[in-house]
């Protein structure tokens, strides 16, 4: 079991995150941050867990940069779990016209704000993979999506963090057939696609989170 008694674990991210946050009296959300703050809660009720959720509707990595020092660095938290990358594939395919953050971009940035948190004490990283651009593996949205969860992963290597591999999961689901969908729209998550990232998220921080 990795956390230790007042841990605080903050979560940044994108709509995925935020998952309407601000209309939240507890400011979770309804997806997989709360399933995770529950989990947890239930696992762990000695540890008193402090969960915050920073997810912002929309965020690109580029905007994760814009507000790190609030969002992140003023928190102080012991762990930190970064979603991010879809919107910075999707609005190529929705917006093409507009600010592009390609691969090159992505890593940059990322490692930018990697390397403002080592001045952190104690803060273990937990890097989660972009999930999935409509429900079938070889979409053009996937396709893209390619180089940024391999920048995801090369980074949870070179910062030594917990690698959360969401997109593997999902890809993983969606191959094995199940006639079950994993969102409403292609991007954003129904109660089965929360479900998958709280568990894929679990395996990966806790190992087996019935093991103490």
């Not at 399933?35 to 696992?43: A, E, G, I, P, Y």
């Not at 959360?164 to 199940?178: E, G, R, S």
């Not at 998550?189 to 990966?204: E, I, P, R």
Request: net charge neutral; aromatic share 8%.
């Amino acid at each position: 079991m990795p956390f230790k008694a007042k841990d605080r674990i903050v979560f940044i991210g994108d709509s995925i995150t935020d998952k309407g946050r601000k209309k939240d009296p507890e400011k979770l959300g309804s997806g997989y941050v709360r399933m995770l703050r529950d989990s947890l809660t239930s696992l762990y009720p000695e540890l008193s867990l402090k969960i915050i959720n920073e997810g912002v509707s929309g965020n690109r990595v580029i905007d994760l940069a814009k507000r790190w020092t609030l969002d992140v660095m003023d928190h102080r938290p012991q762990w930190l779990s970064i979603s991010i990358g879809i919107n910075d594939v999707w609005r190529q395919l929705d917006s093409p016209d507009g600010e592009q953050v390609y691969p090159e971009r992505f890593e940059s940035v990322y490692r930018g704000l990697l390397e403002q948190t080592r001045s952190l004490p104690d803060c273990r990283l937990i890097l989660m993979q972009p999930t999935i651009i409509k429900e079938y593996p070889e979409s053009t949205g996937n396709t893209l999506l390619k180089p940024y969860v391999g920048i995801v992963n090369r980074l949870a290597d070179e910062y030594d963090a917990v690698l959360v591999p969401t997109h593997q999961a999902f890809l993983h689901v969606l191959q094995c057939d199940t006639g079950k969908e994993l969102t409403s729209d292609g991007v954003h998550m129904n109660s089965l696609g929360d479900t998958l990232m709280a568990t894929t998220w679990l395996k990966a921080v806790c190992g087996s989170p019935y093991r103490r």
